[in-house]
């Protein structure tokens, strides 16, 4: 199973801009990954045309975004069009054919034994397949979510969390329940008082000794 800062498992794979090698398509950038059970289903419509809209916010931030969904690179054009003629967006980014399911169970949305390809399968025997991973620039895992096929994605919460990520990942601090940018964070618990001294010369507030409120950095 992966985990949290596990590296992030690489492949090839066809896709709507060509075949790519994921962690050389990745470079120096962070990634959203985020997976379909199958193509032409309308929460996923609507998900794809969500981050088409909003992609800048993800490139702002250095983030690429690449879809998958468990059928064939001709099929995903022609859902592409239903896309951009429904949701008033045009996908940009590439979207993974993973018709024989590689990616899938690479990633731990598919048993490893599955058998076949994308012929013959539903929504509903890929349902497990609505996952989205944050990968960092390291390759690593940094966050991952799985929804229900009837749940449409939250994409401002991946974007609050990428940015909670990122910053913590700079700084010595933690970000509380419901944070978003510009709020107080809290100091990291690995730090001691005495080396919070230096890093937030301004100082904090003590709700507990394990505690520590500080107005963001950076």
């Known amino acids: 199973m992966l985990r949290i800062n596990d590296q992030a498992p690489n492949f090839n794979a066809e896709t709507t801009h060509g075949k790519i090698d994921f962690h050389q398509w990745i470079g120096n ?3 959203i990954l985020f997976s379909h059970p199958k193509d032409f289903t ?3 419509t609507t998900e794809l ?9 993800f490139t702002r931030r250095g983030a690429k975004l690449i879809g998958l969904s468990v059928d064939p690179v001709d099929s995903h054009q022609k859902w592409l069009g239903d896309i951009e003629e429904t949701q008033g967006a045009k996908v940009n980014y590439p979207i ?5 399911l590689a990616v899938s ?10 058998p076949g390809s994308s012929d ?5 025997t890929n ?6 991973f944050v990968i960092g620039p390291d390759k690593r895992i940094k966050m991952m979510l799985v929804y229900p096929m009837t749940t449409g994605r939250n994409f401002d919460e991946i974007l609050r969390a990428l940015d909670s990520i990122q ?6 601090v933690a970000t509380p329940a419901n944070w978003k940018q510009g709020d107080d964070v809290i100091i990291a618990g690995s730090v001691t008082d005495e080396e919070a001294k230096t890093l937030f010369p301004d100082g904090w507030k003590a709700v507990k000794p394990y505690l520590r409120v500080v107005k963001q950095p950076g």
């Open 167 to 172: 910053m913590t990942a700079k700084y010595k």
């Open 96 to 100: 993974i054919a993973d018709s024989d």
């Open 42 to 44: 309308p929460v996923c």
């Open 127 to 132: 349902q497990a397949v609505r996952s989205v």
């Open 120 to 124: 013959g399968r539903t929504a509903a």
């Open 29 to 31: 950038d962070w990634a």
């Open 105 to 114: 169970k690479l990633y731990n949305m598919l048993p490893a034994d599955e």
């Open 49 to 57: 045309g969500t981050m088409a809209r909003i992609e800048p916010e």
